[in-house]
Nanobody, 118 residues
Framework: QVQLVEAGGGLVQPGGSLRLSCAAS????????MGWYRQAPGKQRELVAR???????NYADSVKGRFTISRDNAKNTMYLQMNSLKSEDTAVYYC????????????WGQGTQVTVSS
């Protein structure tokens, strides 16, 4: 059974930092492109950052220079370091795994809430 379990969300003040993690089980982690998506109330889910199985990364323009995605294949875990957080970063953050070759194979985590507020 495939599981993607996010952790690390919470309430933080503007300008603060959080580190999200996504622990995967039931998949060959190193064969998957991993990504973070987010969905704010009333908005569509959007890509935040993605890291390929080879370590290539891309980011949404809105988070470039503030967020850093990384992965540890030995621990089957992906991370998102979020710095200089803004109120507009408030959303539920979801972990996604997409097979690097068989691209229709993918999984989602249950999401973790990030709230940026003073």
């Amino acid at each position: 059974q495939v599981q993607l379990v996010e952790a690390g969300g919470g309430l933080v003040q503007p300008g603060g930092s959080l580190r999200l993690s996504c622990a995967a089980s039931g998949i060959r982690f190193s064969s998957y492109t991993m990504g973070w998506y987010r969905q704010a109330p009333g908005k569509q889910r959007e890509l935040v950052a993605r890291i390929t199985n080879n370590g290539g990364t891309n980011y949404a323009d809105s988070v470039k220079g503030r967020f850093t995605i990384s992965r540890d294949n030995a621990k089957n875990t992906m991370y998102l370091q979020m710095n200089s957080l803004k109120s507009e970063d408030t959303a539920v953050y979801y972990c996604n795994a997409k097979h690097a070759i068989v691209e229709h194979v993918g999984y989602w985590g249950q999401g973790t809430q990030v709230t940026v507020s003073s």
